[in-house]
């Protein structure tokens, strides 16, 4: 018969934390930013169908990277949760806070109990009426759970775009302005803004992003504030062609 080997619960949760960790890091980034009118959400993605940001209910959106079955599996979960509680009381009673929370119940559920933990990091945001009434959530593979100002990097290399966003987003900027800071931040690979020494270049074609509009009643006549920019207007915010 054979032995098994011991593996205490302090190196099991080690290696899982490190496993998920690099899976992550693999990933490209995907940037969120509050602004004056709403919150944007970057992701370097060239795909036009998978999509890493999404909508999850009338003000609330989702962003993740990693493992894309994962975090989309999450994100349908999410959708259901929101329109369950939305049908059952009240559309008032669907926050970003009660969404976070359960998504951090699963992912630490799933990082304790399964063999495997989930190689995803997400972000679920809800636009408010001001700047200061939005809320930004990061949640990392133990279902940590932390409440973030002004903008949220995840995947890639979040210490050098954390360090290059600091230097030029500022909370009175509109959508076009902190779009291109959060592009010319992952085309630098956070070493600054694009066109310098060491940058890429990022087009709209390797590029996702979407808004979550803050008066969308006044701007689009729809209580919906999610809206997903098209490669045309992309290139409009980014001062390109579309080749």
Not at 14 to 22: G, V
Not at 193 to 213: M, Q
Request: hydrophobic share 40%; glycine share 10%.
């Amino acid at each position: 018969m054979t032995q098994q080997f011991y593996v205490s619960p302090e190196q099991l949760m080690k290696d899982r934390a490190d496993f998920a960790r690099k899976g992550i890091a693999r990933g490209r980034s995907v940037i969120v930013l509050s602004c004056r009118e709403g919150i944007a959400l970057v992701a370097e993605n060239p795909s036009v169908s998978l999509h890493k940001v999404g909508e999850i209910y009338d003000r609330i959106a989702f962003a993740a990277v990693g493992k894309y079955n994962e975090f989309e599996s999450l994100r349908q979960a999410g959708v259901r949760y929101a329109d369950v509680r939305g049908y059952s009381y009240n559309r008032g009673d669907v926050t970003a806070r009660g969404l976070a929370s359960v998504y951090a119940q699963s992912l630490g559920a799933v990082f304790t109990a399964d063999t495997k933990p989930f190689e995803v990091e997400l972000a679920v945001v809800e636009v408010g009426g001001t700047p200061a009434e939005d809320h930004l959530y990061r949640l990392t593979f133990d279902g940590s759970i932390a409440d973030e100002k002004g903008f949220v990097v995840m995947g890639g290399q979040t210490e050098s775009l954390n360090e290059a966003l600091r230097r030029s987003w500022q909370d009175g900027m509109d959508f076009p302005e902190v779009i291109r800071a959060a592009v010319g931040a992952l085309s630098g690979d956070g070493a600054g803004e694009a066109g310098e020494s060491g940058a890429r270049k990022l087009g709209p074609e390797l590029l996702e992003i979407a808004v979550l509009d803050r008066d969308p009643l006044s701007s689009r006549g729809s209580r919906r504030a999610f809206r997903r920019l098209s490669a045309a207007e992309v290139a409009a915010v980014l001062g390109t062609q579309e080749e």
